[in-house]
């Protein structure tokens, strides 16, 4: 039997993830009242504006992602539903 370790696991599950566009990404936020709250973070971090600004799809395994994740002190679980979600759009 084979087995996978817990962390190797949750980057497999975020591998099935499709990338959100901005649209979708935007629009998750500003529904669930974090719009504010992430543009600020990003506006606040010129790294971060320039790759928002210039990308048309959002991945979630992105170096920001995962930074922006830890900044506004969410855990991936409520990353991966919000990303879930925000897929429905």
Do not use: C
């Amino acid at each position: 039997m084979i087995t996978i370790d817990q962390d190797k696991a949750k980057s497999i599950d975020h591998l099935k993830l499709k990338t959100l566009s901005k649209r979708q990404f935007s629009l998750y936020l500003y529904d669930h009242g974090l719009y504010n709250q992430v543009m600020t973070a990003i506006n606040a971090n010129p790294r971060f504006k320039i790759e928002f600004d210039t990308v048309a799809d959002i991945e979630r395994l992105s170096p920001t992602v995962s930074a922006m994740t830890q900044l506004l002190g969410w855990t991936d679980e409520q990353v991966d539903a919000m990303w879930i979600e925000a897929l429905t759009l």
